[in-house]
């Protein structure tokens, strides 16, 4: 059987060849693999069969829901869990001892690997291996010709295995592997390494692969097919003479056809404890990339020219998918999102009157309508661009952004009650010990918004300015993570280090700063402990403004802020330097007289009650709005501030 029987094709039964997609292990469970969708829309719409085989849902139910989460979405990508699980499955007599591994994952940083799921790994592994022959078992491969693997991060062990084991049980198969685990010299070496493999399709494969499928079955020269890598008569590897490509016109790429997803999500085990998640596409690229590339970034591979799909072709593609599945929780795959969709695409779908979840990677600078746009379509869950609070730090990651625009960002996204996921990392050459003091003061005023999701050094990642110019930034000792030798135990270490995406480094950071990064990381534990309990909120009134401050080590009296100082305060809702606060508080309160001394002094106690950030010449009211407009003021507060419920126990705080 196979996820799409021929009872379930829209192809008629009589088209022969077939095409066979494989999905493996570990893709998150709840989203489909857009590049196969994506493949199956154009075969299916050029009349050629195609079958789709979702693996990795046949293999959660096999291991259970919550493991295969945890190794897919909770534990460390680049330590590759997942790739360990199939080793054995993959290598045999030639893979590792389940205690190599356990060895190396108890000395990695932080708390993932806990002996409780070092055993759930070995169990997970030894299913592994009896999985790969009875996922074969499942598929009828009478009349498929062409076999493909979409790998990216944490599925090449998984595909290697199965195309081995595909290619044993038939060997005319074409074995073809493609993803972000095949750009470059990635693709090229699994080509050299893996004999089983007869193509692999490097770069963005929207036309390389389709020209591939008629190669084969014509028997014409695959040399010029674009980015491929193949074997000659000698079954040596060989590049195509023609480089990578990449998409341009992005409204040509079709709908991608989720149907094969749906069907195998509807199927499996996954609807007990997760809801599907429809991947979209409407970008490749990132616009800021193009212009700086943040040091270490290494996403868009060799195809980081910002591309978008036209608002029409988006809003349709959207429209389409949402109201042909029922389903209204989107994952935007896009790298960036375009910004003028927040006055087309978001808008026109808020009008639909039907809420999303729209899930898109942004650049921190957001503007407060921009979030606000998210939220009234029914997005709760945002992914700014937030590595840092020390614009220093940030610019030595070419980040183009301050720290007090993150700080603004943060309290906006928790101003419209969202959730946001961010991080801190650290470690980049040229950081300093003031750097982190200065960090650390940030975080100190603001527990009452997120803190981060992790504090961690940088990872090194392939196509990154880093790790393309180690040079320029003193980087050395350059190797593949020590996860990649236990997981590619029959791959010479030479050859690993082309295979590889994640890759350690000797540590430029001096001792002095190693200490300051520690200092700030035990300040980022306190900030997740006392976030709970923490809130500053400004319940806003015709004539008044009263602040309640529950952040730890602070005064519990509200601060009633009245005439110039609520003026003042609600002016710096938005950052704003003390010239330009001076030109808003004049030309909107013409019949005030507004003296720069007297405004700069208002700012100082901002600043010294921790009511107001300050960085250099910039300032930022640090507290959430709540309107004063229900009959218990200290009811707006709670709804904006569910951390801020145990004060309404405390009768002597009140406005």
Request: hydrophobic letters at 40%; proline letters at 5%.
């Amino acid at each position: 059987m196979t996820d799409r029987t021929p009872d379930d094709s829209t192809v008629p039964k009589a088209l022969t060849p077939r095409v066979l997609l494989c999905v493996m292990p570990f893709l998150p469970i709840e989203r489909p693999a857009l590049g196969v969708s994506l493949f199956a829309a154009r075969l299916r719409a050029e009349g050629k069969a195609c079958d789709v085989f979702y693996a990795n849902h046949r293999f959660a139910d096999r291991i259970g829901f919550p493991l295969y989460q945890r190794i897919a979405q909770n534990s460390p990508t680049h330590e590759l869990p997942g790739e360990w699980a199939f080793t054995r499955a993959l290598w045999a007599d030639e893979a590792l001892p389940d205690a190599a591994y356990e060895a190396y994952a108890r000395k990695t940083p932080g708390d993932y690997f806990p002996n409780a799921f070092l055993g759930q790994l070995r169990f997970a592994r030894s299913e592994a291996t009896r999985f790969i022959p009875d996922a074969v078992d499942m598929l009828d491969l009478d009349g498929v010709d062409i076999v493909g693997f979409s790998s990216t991060f944490q599925q090449n062990i998984a595909s290697l295995a199965m195309a081995k084991a595909l290619k044993a049980r038939k060997p005319s198969l074409h074995i073809v592997m493609g993803g972000a685990n095949c750009e470059g010299e990635m693709g090229l070496e699994l080509h050299r390494q893996f004999s089983f493999v007869d193509s692999i399709c490097r770069g963005e494969s929207d036309e390389s692969f389709p020209a591939l499928i008629e190669a084969v079955r014509t028997g014409r020269d695959l040399s010029q097919i674009a980015g491929l890598v193949y074997r000659d008569a000698m079954g040596q590897s060989c590049e195509s003479s023609a480089p990578q490509m990449t998409v341009k016109a992005m409204d040509a790429l079709p709908v991608p056809d989720h149907s094969d997803f749906l069907r195998a999500f509807e199927r499996s085990t996954a609807p007990q404890f997760v809801a599907p998640e429809l991947t979209v596409e409407t970008s490749r690229g990132c616009w800021w990339g193009e212009k700086h590339h943040c040091t270490f970034c290494g996403l868009n591979g060799m195809g980081i020219g910002y591309r978008s799909k036209s608002a029409e072709r988006a809003l349709s593609e959207i429209r389409h998918l949402r109201d042909s599945t029922g389903i209204n929780s989107f994952f935007a795959t896009d790298n960036i999102v375009d910004m003028s969709y927040f006055t087309t695409v978001f808008p026109e779908l808020e009008n639909d009157g039907v809420k999303m979840q729209l899930f898109y990677e942004t650049k921190a600078n957001l503007k407060k309508g921009q979030i606000g746009t998210m939220r009234r379509l029914g997005t709760t869950w945002m992914q700014p661009g937030i590595e840092h609070l020390s614009s220093r730090v940030l610019r030595l990651m070419d980040k183009g952004i301050r720290g007090i625009q993150n700080v603004q960002t943060l309290k906006w996204i928790r101003q419209n009650k969202m959730l946001v996921t961010w991080n801190v990392l650290c470690g980049f050459p040229g950081e300093r010990p003031e750097d982190y003091t200065q960090t650390i003061n940030v975080m100190r005023l603001i527990t009452h918004l997120t803190p981060p999701s992790s504090f961690a050094a940088f990872r090194l990642d392939r196509f990154s300015p880093m790790f393309d110019r180690p040079e320029k930034y003193g980087l050395t000792g350059i190797v593949p993570y020590g996860s990649y030798p236990l997981c590619y135990s029959g791959v010479p270490s030479e050859a690993l280090g082309r295979i590889a995406y994640f890759f350690s480094y000797r540590a430029t950071t001096d001792q002095d700063t190693l200490r300051a990064i520690n200092t700030a990381w035990v300040a980022a534990q306190e900030w997740k402990r006392d976030h709970s309990r923490s809130a500053l909120s400004a319940i806003v009134g015709s004539d008044f403004v009263t602040i309640l401050d529950l952040r730890p080590d602070r005064p519990l009296g509200p601060h009633i802020l009245m005439g110039d100082r609520r003026l003042i305060y609600l002016a710096l809702d938005a950052i704003q330097s003390l010239s330009s606060l001076m030109a808003e508080l004049t030309s909107t309160y013409v019949d005030r007289p507004w003296d720069e001394d007297h405004v700069s002094a208002i700012l100082d106690d901002f600043v010294a009650s921790g009511l107001v950030l300050q960085e250099a010449d910039l300032f930022l009211a640090l507290a959430i709005h709540v309107a004063a407009d229900t009959k218990n003021d200290l009811d707006s507060v709670a709804l904006a501030s569910p951390s801020m419920q145990f004060a309404r126990q405390d009768e002597t705080v009140s406005a």
